[in-house]
């Protein structure tokens, strides 16, 4: 079997180069190998293509698709280029307690859940080229639009190859900036929507990261990469469409009772969110070969931020290489999370919190998936992939912070999601 | 507007100073626990001879085998879960409703 050293440097190349960019690197073919290999010494580009479902039962869908190119245009010079489109619909959770009455003069916008819609269109571009023998930049730009949103992030990552090109070393930084406009403008944060103030059209996000990276060949059959990640986030970090419940401080209703007896409605709260955040994330990988052609992924991700939220993440797969142009991968994964400190169920009517959010997705929550993918190599030309996952999230129904009536409510139902996807890569 | 941003800041640094901290130190000593772990496991590394590396120079080997499924589940998950990031870094953003 004839190999290619630059396949090896490539592969390590991908691993350093993968902690930044979505796209795999171009390499050569390895003669003779027991699986069809994609490549050929001969092509230029790569595409890979894309299309997901994505469904949460009677809350949300999404549809993506997506195009990813990548072009070796001279010696170790590679340009990447991404579009994503994206839509999503259907029943969001607003934060509000099933149990929120509406007021006669009220919105319909303080219903547990709102419907909504919306299209967006991401593009990227990413550069990268050599500066010595084993070390190379690369440099990237990403944009994405949506109605109310857009994002603009620029990056820049080093990555430097041992003399036995079995290590590698990674270092890189990302800065991301966001605008948010929502419908209405951005509402004052913790405030009653019967004071509600709009403060401004729209505001901005920042999101600084650096990452050091490493990968490190364990073994003829074994790759292993580490990544080290602290990201800052700061600016407006709220959600301008989330609520939270404002409750009696004995009953639990949204309801309160005046001196002559009229029933006035509790107006929900705005939420609020601290202005910075800080998160560290340590991630681990290892691909190994099992017998001759199968492979077992496992990696490992440990999350933690100022907000208190502490995650961690499991994830298997096994490629079961059926054939030479057919495989089979089941995957596994297993997440959890802790609660931010600042979420809460509902609000005590006279004891407004300093910061405060119902959005399920900052609860303690735990999250199973199962899936199932397969491959087949088309003659030389392409592969053709199809994946279909089954997954549930949990999560604490009866947090801290309820009273009265509240105590019976489930603040966290099951979320049964299912995805599917197809992809497509060629060369050529 | 601006004194109201100042006023957050301060609580929320306030807030958060003290968490940040030991945040911080259990941060630093999951980091050097990582670095030893490496340091040892390099210690024990099998040298692989460039003759030897077929494997590891296959498809699926690769660190990101699938750049589609890579993208679609980062994305899911960051939209879906407290937690986001850890792989890669940049890619862009979302409103996430």
């Known amino acids: ?428 | 507007m601006k004194s109201l941003v100042r006023h957050a800041r301060r609580n929320s640094s306030q807030r958060n100073g003290p968490q940040r901290s030991r945040s911080a130190q259990r941060f630093g000593r999951q980091l050097a626990a990582s670095l030893l772990a490496l340091a040892l496991a390099g210690c024990q590394l099998a040298e692989v001879k460039p003759w030897e590396r077929d494997v590891l120079a296959r498809d699926a080997m690769q660190s990101v085998p699938d750049p589609v499924e890579e993208y679609f589940d980062g994305h899911i998950h960051a939209s879906r879960e407290g937690a986001f990031g850890g792989k890669g870094i940049g890619g862009g953003g979302c409103g996430c409703n």
């Open chain 1, 1 to 428: 079997m004839q190999l290619k050293p630059p396949r090896l440097r490539q592969a390590l190349s991908t691993a350093a180069g993968m902690l930044l960019s979505t796209t795999a690197l171009a390499g050569a073919a390895t003669e003779g190998s027991d699986t069809a290999e994609l490549a050929s010494t001969a092509d230029d580009w790569r595409l890979d293509t894309g299309y997901l479902r994505y469904e949460e039962e009677d809350r949300i869908a999404a549809d993506t698709l997506l195009l990813f190119a990548r072009k070796q245009v001279a010696e170790e010079k590679f340009l990447g280029l991404r579009l994503v489109l994206d839509t999503v619909s259907g029943a969001s959770p607003t934060g509000t307690t099933p149990l929120q009455a509406v007021s006669l003069t009220g919105s319909s916008g303080t219903a547990p859940f709102a419907n909504f819609d919306s299209e967006r269109m991401a593009l990227g571009v990413d550069w990268e080229q050599p500066v010595s023998e084993r070390s190379r930049i690369t440099t990237k730009l990403d944009y994405s639009d949506e109605e109310g949103y857009t994002s603009r992030g620029a990056g820049l990552s080093f990555a430097h190859d041992s003399a036995q090109k079995l290590t590698t070393w990674t270092l890189g930084g990302n800065y991301t900036r966001d605008s948010t406009k929502p419908e209405g403008g951005i509402p004052a944060e913790m405030i009653c929507l019967c004071n509600l103030v709009i403060v401004a059209p729209s505001a901005t996000k920042s999101i600084g990261e650096v990452q050091l990276g490493l990968s490190q060949v364990l073994g003829r059959k074994t790759l292993a990469q580490f990544s080290l990640t602290h990201s800052q986030s700061w600016g407006y970090l709220s959600n301008p469409y989330k609520l939270l419940s404002v409750v009696h401080p004995i009953t639990g209703e949204t309801i309160t009772t005046g001196v002559g007896g009229g029933t006035t409605v509790l107006q929900p709260y705005t939420e609020r969110r601290p202005d910075e955040r800080h998160s560290n994330i340590l991630f681990a990988q290892v691909n190994q070969t099992i017998g001759r052609d199968d492979v077992l992924y496992v990696s490992a991700r440990y999350y933690e931020d100022d907000w208190d939220i502490r995650s961690g993440t499991i994830d298997l797969k096994y490629r079961w290489q059926v054939s030479p142009t057919f495989y089979l991968q089941p995957r596994l994964r297993y997440y959890t999370q802790g609660k931010a400190s600042f979420y809460r169920p509902v609000i005590i009517d006279g004891n407004i919190p300093a910061y405060g959010s119902a959005d399920y997705r900052l609860a303690e929550m735990q999250g199973i998936s199962f899936g199932i993918k397969a491959g087949w190599r088309l003659a030389t030309d392409g592969e053709l992939t199809a994946r279909l996952e089954s997954g549930q999230q949990t999560g604490d129904s009866h947090p801290d912070g309820t009273v009265g009536v509240q105590d019976q409510v489930d603040f966290f139902p099951e979320i049964d999601v299912t995805t599917f996807q197809v992809g497509y890569t060629t060369w050529f």
